[in-house]
C-alpha cells in the first residue's frame, strides 16, 4: 500500500465519521427526543387516569361498595409505583444517554473536523517538500550531467 492510499484512507474514515456516523448518531439524539417527549404525554395522560380511578375508588369506599373501592385503591398504589419507575427511566434516559451523546458528539465533530483539517495540511506540506526535494535532485542530476559541468570540473581541478 503507498503513501497516496493511505492517505486516502485516512481522509476516508473523517469523512465518513463526519458525513455518516455524526449525521446517524444526530438523527438518533432528536429521535430520543421526541420519543421522550411522546412519552411524557403518555405519563402525562396516565397520571390523569390515574386521579380518575383514584377518585372514583374512594368515592366506592365511602359508598356503600367498600371491597371494589379497597380493590381500586390497591390497583391506584401499583399503577402509581409504575408510574414512578417510568418516570425514573425517562429520567435516566435523558440523562444518562441523551445529554451525554448530544454533548460528545458535538465535542468529537469539533476534534474530528481539526484533526482532518490538520491531518491533509500536514499531508500538503509533506508533498510540497517532498516535491521542492525531488525537483532540486533532479536539477542536481541534470547539472551534473550536462557537459558544461565536465568542462567547469576539469578547468577547476
Known amino acids: 500500500m503507498d503513501t497516496d492510499e493511505v492517505i486516502k484512507l485516512v481522509d476516508g474514515v473523517y469523512k465518513n465519521i463526519l458525513e455518516k456516523f455524526n449525521p446517524g448518531a444526530r438523527q438518533l439524539i432528536n429521535a430520543g427526543k421526541a420519543y421522550l417527549k411522546a412519552l411524557h404525554g403518555a405519563a402525562a395522560a396516565s397520571r390523569l387516569f390515574n386521579e380518575s380511578l383514584l377518585k372514583i375508588a374512594s ?11 379497597a380493590a381500586l385503591m390497591n390497583i391506584v398504589e401499583v ?15 435523558y440523562v444518562d444517554l441523551l445529554v ?23 499531508h500538503k506540506i509533506r508533498t510540497e517538500s517532498y516535491s521542492k526535494a525531488a525537483a532540486t535532485m533532479k536539477k542536481q542530476r541534470k547539472k551534473k550531467n550536462s557537459p558544461q559541468s565536465t568542462d567547469k570540473d576539469i578547468k577547476v581541478n
Open 59 to 69: 368515592n366506592a369506599q365511602h359508598g356503600g361498595t367498600n371491597d371494589i373501592g
Open 79 to 93: 399503577y402509581k409505583g409504575i408510574q414512578d419507575q417510568q418516570m425514573n427511566i425517562l429520567k435516566a434516559f
Open 100 to 122: 451525554p451523546l448530544e454533548t460528545n458528539l458535538e465535542k468529537d465533530t469539533k476534534v474530528v473536523q481539526f484533526e482532518q483539517k490538520k491531518f491533509l495540511q500536514n
